[in-house]
């Protein structure tokens, strides 16, 4: 799952035309090759002449910010329950980025099952939490 996130903000960083600068293994060192991941996706966020460089994507032009922000943010916030259930922490997720995410995500339901980004949405009772609703939609059963 670290190799995947460090690989996956690589791409994102990739298409500004930003690259992950050389870090730890992630076999060797998964804590310090996130590290690093995060810590240049962070430095390139900061810097508002590369955060806002923008470029084209399936969904339109977009900028580095805003892929972060809509797909950057998921993929860790979603991952982090993945981490929580298979090792009997704490699943709750912040209620805030549930909300926000589900907003992003649901309108690019059609979009976002292509390739292997999710498998198919599981379905959920309708009067359940935005935290599920975000879980069921990325195919995963709570």
């Given at each position: 799952m670290v190799a995947h996130l460090v690989s996956t903000t690589g791409l994102f960083m990739g298409r500004a035309d930003v690259e992950l600068p050389e870090g730890p293994s992630v076999e060797e060192d998964p804590v310090g090759a996130w590290e690093t991941a995060?810590?240049?996706?962070?430095?390139?966020l900061d810097d508002p002449a590369i955060a806002g460089r923008e470029y084209d994507t399936p969904m339109?032009?977009?900028?580095?910010?805003?892929?972060?922000?809509?797909?950057?943010?998921?993929?860790?916030?979603?991952?982090?329950w993945d981490l929580a259930r298979?090792?009997?922490?704490?699943?709750?997720?912040?209620?805030e980025e549930?909300?926000?995410?589900?907003?992003?995500?649901?309108?690019?339901?059609?979009?976002?099952?292509?390739?292997?980004a999710f498998g198919p949405r599981v379905?959920?009772?309708d009067d359940a939490d935005e935290q599920t609703r975000l879980l069921a939609f990325t195919g995963r059963r709570v």
């Amino acid at each position: 799952m670290v190799a995947h996130l460090v690989s996956t903000t690589g791409l994102f960083m990739g298409r500004a035309d930003v690259e992950l600068p050389e870090g730890p293994s992630v076999e060797e060192d998964p804590v310090g090759a996130w590290e690093t991941a995060r810590g240049a996706a962070q430095t390139a966020l900061d810097d508002p002449a590369i955060a806002g460089r923008e470029y084209d994507t399936p969904m339109g032009r977009t900028t580095l910010e805003s892929t972060m922000g809509k797909f950057g943010v998921g993929d860790v916030l979603v991952h982090t329950w993945d981490l929580a259930r298979a090792t009997g922490l704490d699943e709750r997720l912040d209620a805030e980025e549930c909300h926000r995410l589900l907003a992003v995500m649901e309108p690019n339901d059609a979009m976002m099952r292509q390739g292997t980004a999710f498998g198919p949405r599981v379905d959920c009772p309708d009067d359940a939490d935005e935290q599920t609703r975000l879980l069921a939609f990325t195919g995963r059963r709570v």
